[in-house]
Structures are given as C-alpha cells and as structure tokens.
C-alpha cells in the first residue's frame, strides 16, 4: 500500500467518521452511521482503495 492521504485529507476524514459515529451513539442518524469507522481507517492507514483506482493522491510527493 502506497500512502496517497495527506494531512489535511488525513484530518478531514478522522473528523468526520468521529462525528458520524457520535452523531450515531447519540441517536441523531440510524445504524447507517457507523459507516464513519470507513473514514477513521483511511485516515489512520493514510491509503485510500478509491484513490488508488482513481490515481488521485492528496500527499506531497517526496523528490529526494
């Protein structure tokens, strides 16, 4: 796996599935919430499936 999530992204998506699941916990949306641990992982392993297929990156390429 080859990191193509940048930090900004990285921030984005770890915030967002945190608010999913809260929003989920706390009765705001239905079980389709828990869809955030989806974000949370991406985040965390800085590698998106989708990305890849797409051949979208949101790092800084490294040229040293």
């Given at each position: 796996?080859?990191?193509?999530v940048g930090?900004?992204?990285r921030i984005l998506?770890?915030?967002a599935g945190v608010g999913?699941?809260?929003a989920?916990?706390?009765?705001?949306i239905g079980p389709?919430?828990?869809i955030g641990v989806v974000p949370i992982a991406?985040?965390?392993f800085r590698f998106c499936p989708a990305y890849s297929i797409l051949g979208i990156g949101t790092c800084k390429i490294?040229?040293?």
């Open positions: 796996m080859k990191i193509n930090t900004p992204d998506r770890i915030l999913l699941i809260t989920t916990l706390a009765g705001v389709w919430g828990w991406t985040g965390i490294d040229k040293s």
